[in-house]
Each structure stands twice: as structure tokens, then as C-alpha cells.
């Protein structure tokens, strides 16, 4: 069974560094992986994906520069390294992947249960 599980969302300061990750089982291992957020009153916005080996990854502006999505494909994890945490990067964090080989930042298949990131200012 496709399962995503996400961990290492905690509450952190604003400037700090956070490190997620989100392992999966089953046939999602070989997808292309993403994250996602969303904040409070928020609809649910992309944050970052990467390519099926990893070699190809793609950022929405407001984190360009900040974060960094790596997956490891021999331990079906994909991770999303985060510095200079921001108030505004307070959210729940989705992991998700989508069966295909195109980058996207909409229409993922599976979806994980969320850890949440809170950043004090």
C-alpha cells in the first residue's frame, strides 16, 4: 500500500533551520516527490519538487534560496532542508508524489498526513 510519511516539523525561531522529511512504501518510491504547505486561512500552496532521480528540482519564489529538496531514493525518503526560517513559512507541510516524470506544482496523487512548522518571529 502507497503510503508518504512526514516528520521533523517543530516550533523554531525566526532565522533558524529545520529539516523535514518524508519516507515512503510501496510504488511511490519511484515518483516524482513534492512538498506542499498550508497556512492558517490558507489554501494549500507548492513549496518545492524534484525529479524522479533527483537530478532536477523546482522552487516557488518565496522560498528560492532558502530551501533545498533532496530525496534518497535507496531509503524512499525525500527531504526539504529549510534556513532562514521566516513567521511566514509557518504552516503544515505535505509531502506528495505524483506518478509520471514531469515536475509539477498541482494534480499529485498521494499524499502524506502533514507535520505542522511554526516559526516565531
Known amino acids: 500500500q502507497e503510503q508518504l510519511v512526514e516528520s521533523g516539523g517543530g516550533l523554531v525561531q525566526a532565522g533558524d533551520s529545520l529539516t523535514l522529511s518524508c519516507t515512503g512504501s510501496?510504488?511511490?518510491?519511484?515518483?516524482?516527490m513534492a512538498w506542499f504547505r498550508q497556512a492558517p486561512g490558507k489554501e494549500r500552496e507548492f513549496v518545492a519538487a524534484i525529479s524522479r532521480g533527483g537530478a532536477i528540482t523546482n522552487y516557488t519564489d518565496s522560498v528560492k534560496g532558502r530551501f533545498a529538496i533532496s530525496r534518497d531514493n535507496a531509503k524512499c525518503t525525500v527531504y526539504l532542508q529549510m534556513n532562514s526560517l521566516k513567521a511566514e513559512d509557518t504552516a503544515i507541510y505535505y509531502c506528495a508524489a505524483k506518478r509520471g516524470v514531469h515536475l509539477s506544482t498541482s494534480a499529485y496523487d498521494y499524499w502524506g498526513q502533514g507535520t505542522q512548522v511554526t516559526v516565531s518571529s
Open positions: 510501496g510504488r511511490i518510491c519511484n515518483n516524482v
